[in-house]
């Protein structure tokens, strides 16, 4: 089956400490999304990339960096400078030009949940 | 500024009841509006989208949403809720341009009493 896949699901960083969260998508969607979910915050937009070798920030993307070696990779390194990292991350990708389809519409990962310690 | 706005952090409803989970937007151009749910510790799922035509858009599960352009509004909409029906749902818009980012609204909590 198709489909889009975070590690780990839960994930405990240290202060001062870099960690990566993994998303792999077998979909071959070309647009992924990393999203943050914060309680009553709804998701807020961190980095996105359209195509391999190129991603964007989003609306929140300090103390986080992405690559996009591969289509169906694109992990997320919360790194230290990132003061409150405490969340629920998820993963998304789509195909570029989606918005035009009928009934299509991004595909989540099941999130990861990060906790500092 | 493009945005989405769910007005009610939670909504509660009898199970057998009509449910109508509000959704608000602000977007240049024509629109297009999505809704999907999320279950606890989990990722969200399509539930369906309005791009253009009929106002009535028909989704999974049995919901509906209803577009409204002159109330800029695209209110989530099932005639009788299940408990199971009972999760937190979000309201995004797509926004201009080609870069394929989706806007959400905040959410709303919907809990379906028996």
Redesign the interface.
């Known amino acids: 089956d198709g489909g889009i896949t975070q590690s780990p699901k839960y994930l405990f960083r240290k202060e001062g400490q870099n960690v990566t969260l993994s998303c792999e998508q077998n979909l071959n969607h070309d647009a992924m999304y990393w999203y943050r979910q914060d309680p009553g915050q709804g998701l807020r937009l961190i980095y996105y990339s359209q195509i391999v070798n190129d991603f964007q920030k989003g609306d929140i993307a300090e103390g986080y960096s992405v690559s996009r070696e591969k289509k169906e990779s694109f992990p997320l390194t919360v790194t230290s400078a990132q003061k409150n990292p405490t969340a629920f991350y998820l993963c998304a990708s789509s195909l570029v030009g989606f918005g035009s389809l009928p009934n299509y519409g991004y595909t989540f990962g099941s999130g990861t949940r990060l906790t500092v310690v | 500024a493009q945005s989405v706005a769910q007005p009610e ?1 939670q909504v509660n409803v009898a199970e057998g009841n009509p449910l109508t989970v509000k959704c608000t937007y602000s977007v240049s151009g024509n629109p ?1 509006l ?1 809704w ?1 749910v999320q279950y606890p ?6 539930l ?2 309005y ?1 253009t035509g009929d106002n009535l858009v028909k989704g999974s599960y049995g919901f509906e949403a209803e577009f409204n352009k002159s109330q800029t509004s695209f209110h989530l909409k099932k005639p009788s809720a299940l408990v199971s029906d009972s999760a937190l749902y ?1 309201c995004a818009v ?1 926004s201009s341009g ?5 806007i ?4 709303t909590t919907l809990q379906v009493k028996p």
Not at chain 2, 41 to 46: S, T
């Open positions: 952090d297009y999505f999907y510790n989990r990722g969200l799922q399509f369906l989208k791009i979000f797509r080609n870069t394929g980012k989706l959400f609204g905040q959410g």
